[in-house]
């Protein structure tokens, strides 16, 4: 059986800031979770020749992603973080103070949610089945990094979670879900390696 491996990118400045959406480096925490991710990966998939790394094209997972030596990466824009539109850069603080409906109507129905001028939850799962159908095809494991909104939505697919709680899955930092897809069904573990 071949695993999947899905993080969150290493702590970003605006994860530091707490805004939302961008395209910033990592803190210096997140490239400690690089490092220790790196680690982790070389010594599991030390023997599996055809394993390969999937990031999305935003620099903080491609950052989170460099130290891994030894594998093929593969750069997916369907990878990239839920497109929050007007509101990319702020925090949820100014979204609440400035555009009060909008934080309300997101709060009322996340899945349906859409930003203006950015994407639904429903929208990114729309937009990951070409991804799914390609880790479906993969006889070598996979890992995985990408962005909060994303993976849980590729939690949720292969762990058979309902859709309606998709935008709520905890997905923290820092942390690896290895995902075991066997002939008895899925078994998950998770790594917390800081
Ligand atoms: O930047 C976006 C977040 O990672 C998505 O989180 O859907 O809970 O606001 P949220």
Redesign the pocket.
Known sequence: PRPIFLTRHGESLYNVRGR??GDTAISEAGELYAKKLANFVEKRLKNEKAASIWTSTLQRTILTASPIAGFPKIQWRALD??N?GVCDGMT?EEIKKNMPEEYESRKKD?LRYRYPRGES?LDVIQRLEPVIIELERQRAPVVVVS???VLRALYAYFADRPLKEV?HIETPLHTIIEIQMGVTGVQEKRYKLM
């Open positions: 939302i959406g973080e839920i929050s949820y996340k939850y962005h909060q909104a935008p």
